[in-house]
């Protein structure tokens, strides 16, 4: 269920310059406390659903500071400035929580007040304010994205192959600079800011698939307006199969790439998956480079 404060437009830039016209200086010291908030709209933000102390067996062992891999950003990102934990919106799939925990990787410390962006496809494949680019320009949902396999061009104001953070992987979809939104979408985007324990919850779908990529969620972490990680999530092939042979997943056939043949893919990258009700739970710590340093 949809909360009423869920999808506003809340720039994450407004964060790190210390302006809100939603009070963000309160849901700030809410995520930071988790405690609950009021905006200046009168409107309440909800404490976390699940307090740290109930995920921490869970996190154990959900990997370590070890630096966690930088992937490419993908064709597909740009900045929705929307600070919310659902970003389900209307789009149809199975149920996922997501529980981040943040680390800086050389103290082994959680990193408190740090932005954490997820964004990913829809069941069907389709990334939000990037339909037609990720359908490959033929209208039909799956398609091969434009920077990466023959068979699509990218439109007018899309990122073009090769520009973008350096030192990216290439999985299919290539380095890219952020994306202009080709359309006014913004299903299975948002982002949350860390509380003191390092932590962020998200309540999403079980992402779709396109041709070239496995399953994966797209993550990005800012510290003082940096950002300091860029990587991808992945899901138990198991698992995949299991959530795909059902609606509204099992309308798509022909799946090509999975965890095994992901030039991305790593094993560190693997959530941790348990069932949660009518869905599934995933967990994961990152540990980012904070200060730059690349340790």
Not at 126 to 141: H, I, K, R, V, W
Request: glycine share 14%.
């Amino acid at each position: 269920m949809h909360h009423d404060h869920e999808g506003q437009r809340v720039s994450r830039r407004a964060i790190f310059a210390g302006i809100s016209s939603l009070g963000l200086g309160s849901l700030l010291a809410a995520c930071g406390d988790g405690g609950s908030a009021t905006t200046s709209t009168g409107e309440t933000v909800a404490p976390e659903a699940v307090t740290t102390a109930d995920l921490t067996g869970l996190f154990t062992g959900a990997n370590t500071c070890a630096l966690t891999a930088t992937t490419t950003q993908g064709p597909y990102y740009f900045d929705a400035d929307k600070i919310r934990s659902d970003i389900r919106e209307d789009r149809p799939g199975t149920r996922l929580r997501l529980a981040i925990k943040v680390q800086d990787s050389e103290e082994c410390k959680p990193l408190g007040n740090a932005v954490v962006e997820i964004w990913h496809c829809d069941a069907a494949g389709l990334y939000s304010g990037a339909e037609a680019m990720s359908s490959g320009g033929s209208g039909q949902p799956g398609g091969t994205p434009p920077s990466g396999q023959p068979g699509g061009t990218p439109p007018s104001g899309a990122p073009q192959p090769g520009a973008g953070q350096p030192g990216g992987q290439n999985g299919g979809e290539g380095d890219a600079a952020d994306l202009q939104p080709q359309d006014d979408k913004r299903y299975l985007r948002g982002a949350q800011v860390t509380n003191s324990d390092g932590i962020v919850q998200f309540t999403t779908i079980w992402p779709g698939w396109y041709r070239g990529r496995t399953v994966h969620v797209h993550v990005m972490v800012h510290v003082d307006n940096s950002r300091v990680l860029t990587t991808q999530l992945m899901f138990d092939e198991a698992l995949n199969t299991k959530v795909f042979a059902a609606a509204p997943y099992s309308a798509k056939t022909g799946r090509d790439t999975f965890n095994d043949g992901d030039s991305i893919y790593r094993d560190s990258m693997l959530l941790k998956i348990t069932e949660d009700g009518d869905g599934y739970l995933g967990v994961i710590v990152l540990a980012a480079d904070s200060d730059h340093d690349g340790k």
